[in-house]
């Protein structure tokens, strides 16, 4: 590799990792348009469950197939991409296989990157078969139609292509290392257990064409790994990046567990306490929001907003979900999608006017999710529980439901007369308070 090349690398590289840069702004910028909520509590247990679950990826297992065909490509991806660290070296400073100076750790590294490629390979091609050709039921639903449809193929493709270009890289690098008398700079380096097979497509090849094709797929493999760094902002891979801050700032309270509004509650201990004064202002006025619920991502809370860009859309929790299951709307993975893309929107409008959010007479409800869908949701929490990264769709449709409800009087004509009997009565039922122990002296 000549001075040039080093040049047009270094560039490169600038380019690559200074738009991520930009996109990781955005996104920190996006995520920071809700409201604050505290989960800087119980860390030791934080740090637990991010690394069971995201890094330990405890919650894939449970569907076991496409558990461990996820584990192979997570795994794999990674550690394959450690390589790059060795690319980076070689492309800024015109080197070739600059750590092969480990020797046997070396090989058994070069060695292990090739069986974990082919095996990501394998499983990559496989996953492609379950969208596209045994069209597993919940990746042909109707919110995967178009874009996402779209994105999760275009990840595959990807990953097989990236794979591919490794092991063809690695197949030439080994035939001209093995070339009578040598070739350049091509020295005996590393162990290839996969590639060696593809290596005698080379026998015969002029060897000059061989070494283009070895530095062709090698500049193809590194453009390849910063084109998907940088599509991953657009991308439901997000969560590559984002399961680990996901499952950190996760709920640890049980799934049962509603979070109340605190100023409802104050209110609520205020008409109980027989000495306070009914007409005193707030102590602490931000205790106050300024509206029940929410109706829009800004009044969403920012883990709830994490969580939009974290969602992977593999349709786990729509396929447990028991409203689903019965044909209602609901899908909580459309939650989850509809929250990331009203966010994106609200990001552009921001974008597009200095950093300032225009009202642009749209909302998350309605213009997204219907009030159909969240009151459908049974609250069972089976959404939260099938996540493999701990997002909580329900989380979203409780606040959205208590705007309508506290905001909007927008609730059902049955939950009305629910809330009414409570109200009235003291109980779900429409009878009389001094009836309702009636039942006991029944025989």
Not at 45 to 51: C, D, G, I, L, T
């Amino acid at each position: 590799m000549n001075f040039l090349d080093n040049i047009f690398f270094a560039l490169l590289l600038a380019i690559g990792i200074g738009y991520f840069t930009i996109n990781v702004k955005k996104l920190i910028r996006n995520i920071n348009l809700g409201r604050d909520v505290n989960r800087s509590d119980n860390s030791s247990e934080r740090w637990k469950n991010m690394a069971m679950v995201a890094l330990g990826q405890s919650k894939m297992v449970k569907r076991p197939i496409a558990g461990f065909l996820h584990i192979i490509v997570y795994v794999g991806f990674v550690i394959i991409n450690i390589e790059v660290i060795e690319i980076i070296i070689d492309g800024l400073f015109g080197t070739h296989r600059v750590l092969s100076f480990m020797g046997v750790f070396y090989d058994i590294l070069i060695g292990s990157f090739e069986i974990l490629a082919f095996l990501v390979l394998v499983a990559v091609i496989v996953f492609w078969i379950r969208r596209n050709i045994t069209k597993l039921a919940r990746f042909t639903s109707s919110d995967l139609i178009g874009k996402p449809k779209n994105d999760a193929n275009y990840i595959l493709y990807f990953e097989m292509v990236l794979m591919s270009l490794f092991l063809l890289m690695n197949a030439a690098d080994l035939h001209l290392q093995n070339v009578p008398g040598g070739f350049g700079h091509y020295h005996h380096a590393g162990s290839f257990p996969i590639s060696q097979f593809i290596a005698p497509i080379f026998n015969g090849v002029d060897s000059n064409l061989v070494e283009i094709i070895e530095k062709s797929a090698w500049w193809l493999h590194i453009v390849g790994i910063l084109i998907f760094l940088n599509y991953l902002y657009f991308s439901k891979h997000l969560h590559i990046l984002l399961a680990f801050p996901n499952t950190y700032f996760a709920d640890l309270n049980a799934k049962g567990k509603l979070d109340n509004l605190e100023s409802v509650t104050n209110e609520v201990k205020l008409m109980m306490d027989p000495t306070a004064d009914p007409f005193a202002a707030p102590s602490n006025p931000d205790v106050v929001p300024a509206t029940f619920g929410a109706s829009d991502v800004q009044d969403l809370n920012w883990v709830q907003l994490l969580n939009a860009y974290s969602c992977t859309e593999c349709g786990r929790c729509t396929s447990s979900c028991p409203a689903n299951q019965t044909g209602k709307k609901l899908s909580p993975r459309k939650i989850m999608m509809d929250t990331r893309d009203r966010l994106e929107e609200v990001g552009k409008n921001i974008d597009l006017n200095k950093g300032v959010f225009v009202e642009d007479g749209k909302s998350l409800l309605n213009d997204y999710i219907t009030t159909e869908e969240l009151w459908a949701c049974t609250s069972c929490n089976a959404c939260v529980e099938e996540c493999p990264i701990n997002i909580s769709p329900l989380s979203i449709i409780i606040d959205m439901r208590r705007y309508l409800v506290m905001e909007q009087s927008a609730a059902p004509t049955e939950l009305n007369n629910v809330m009414t009997n409570i109200e009235n009565n003291g109980a779900p039922w429409q009878y009389n308070q001094m009836d309702r122990l009636n039942w006991a002296n029944e025989e």
